[in-house]
């Protein structure tokens, strides 16, 4: 079902991350050049937008990263890797470009990449994380990809986030299918040996994504990607007047997700991507990416599962948030004491019987009518981010205590 909708000739279940697939299909596009006679090629083109985790996998694979420009619009810069193409030519192994990418767009000059990289001898790998504006409309392994990574635990249902369950089998072509990763117990293994201890996968988890196919059917899935870039897009659209979009495709549009630009606000009046981040818990969100791929930025991907209602109440708290924004850039209230630097706001500090922040509880806790309804409280006040990944706190006991 997978090589239906990717369009690939085989499938490997084996990877269990999107890393992990990454790193299984990089090892078949260099088994491939090996057995070709061709194992000297070691140069992996990367798109600056990239996914922190494809420059990550080429080093594994001890092939040289060579990163590739994009331009003002979030796409690849097609002269400069025409350019770095040609001077690698002789030692390029392959590409890899995220479609659509973690720019939010749908990269027109997709075909093109491909056959540029083609034309080299080299192989494209396409990053298939954003599979879910894909599936149903578009295949990877038609348009270009010789080895794409699906992220199951992203468009096939499984679970996101704490950390996994996580799933990143790799689609190939015909000429990779013996690349794909081996096990020592199956007598046909391939060259490139196993990348998990199992050897078709997880069997605990692998039946989430085939009941999922099953009962959305063809149909189902393809309204699922409709919707998830349908998602993406009206969140664009509500939220283009407050926070400028930062990168748009044809016709204003971007793919399944968007990034919006705060640095001009933090420019403007000191107001931190970190604080509406922080403030959004306050309205009872988990921010979106942060500073990813952009710097300054939050990248939204609403997907396919969350209801119009959901949407409207985050559109709701990032507009109350832009008015907030307001008051401190008007100077109406002090850029170091606000709802947002002060956010989130604890139920410890909340519940207080001493208030002395220029502002009311309400205001701090109930910015919006419906959180008197359905509120989070905040268990944990603003952290020095930077001050706790430089140093390390133990909370567990002490190993004396066990004795
Ligand atoms: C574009 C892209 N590539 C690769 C990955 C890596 O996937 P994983 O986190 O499963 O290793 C992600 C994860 O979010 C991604 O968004």
Same mark, same amino acid.
């Given at each position: 079902m997978l090589c239906e909708i990717t369009g690939y000739d085989a499938m490997s279940l084996?990877?269990? !991350?999107g890393s992990q697939g990454e790193y299984a299909g990089l090892l078949a596009i260099e088994a491939y050049h090996e057995s070709r006679g061709?194992?000297?090629?070691?140069i992996c083109l990367i798109p600056s937008?990239?996914?922190?985790t494809n420059p990550a996998s080429a080093q594994l694979c001890n092939m040289r990263v060579v990163v590739v420009k994009c331009d003002s619009e979030g796409n690849v810069d097609i002269d400069d890797l025409r350019a770095k193409a040609d001077e690698c030519s002789e030692n390029l192994a392959a590409l890899m470009v995220t479609y659509p990418s973690t720019h939010g767009v749908?990269?027109?000059a997709i075909q093109e990449i491909c056959d540029v990289i083609h034309g080299h001898g080299g192989q494209v790998y396409i990053?298939? !994380?954003?599979?879910n504006a894909m599936v149903?409309?578009?295949q990877p392994g038609k348009f270009g990809g010789d080895v794409s990574h699906l992220n199951l635990h992203k468009t096939f249902c499984i679970p996101h986030g704490g950390g996994g369950p996580g799933v990143g089998p790799i689609g190939v072509g015909k000429h990779l299918e013996p690349f794909l990763p081996g096990h020592?117990?199956?007598?046909?293994?391939?060259?490139v040996g196993a990348v998990a201890s199992a050897a078709w996968g997880s069997a605990s988890i692998l039946p989430i994504t085939w009941m999922y196919i099953k009962m959305m059917g063809a149909e189902g899935l393809k309204d699922a990607t409709e919707v998830a870039i349908l998602n993406g897009n009206y969140i664009a659209k509500q939220l283009s007047d407050a926070y400028p979009v930062l990168y748009t495709g044809r016709n204003d549009l971007v793919a399944h997700e968007c990034i919006i630009d705060l640095r001009p606000i933090k420019d403007g009046c000191g107001v931190s991507v970190d604080d509406v981040a922080k403030r959004l818990i306050d309205y009872g969100f988990h921010a979106p990416?942060?500073?990813?791929?952009?710097?300054g930025t939050l990248m939204i991907e609403p997907t396919e599962s969350e209801s119009k209602a959901e949407i409207d109440r985050f559109i709701n708290a990032m507009l109350m948030i832009r008015k907030e924004i307001a008051e401190v850039e008007s100077g109406t209230v002090s850029v170091e004491d606000n709802v947002l630097s002060n956010a989130p706001h604890t139920a410890e500090v909340l519940t207080a019987d001493e208030w002395e922040k220029p502002y009311s509880r309400t205001q701090a806790a109930?910015?919006?009518?419906?959180l008197k309804t359905s509120k989070y409280w905040a268990p944990v006040g603003r952290v020095d981010n930077a001050y706790g990944d430089k140093n390390l706190q133990c909370s567990c006991l002490p190993i004396s205590s066990y004795e």
């Open positions: 084996q990877p269990n !991350a061709e194992g000297h090629r070691n937008s990239a996914h922190g749908f990269e027109e990053d298939g !994380a954003n599979l149903g409309v578009c020592y117990t199956n007598k046909e293994s391939s060259a990416t942060m500073s990813f791929p952009v710097s109930y910015p919006l009518p419906a």
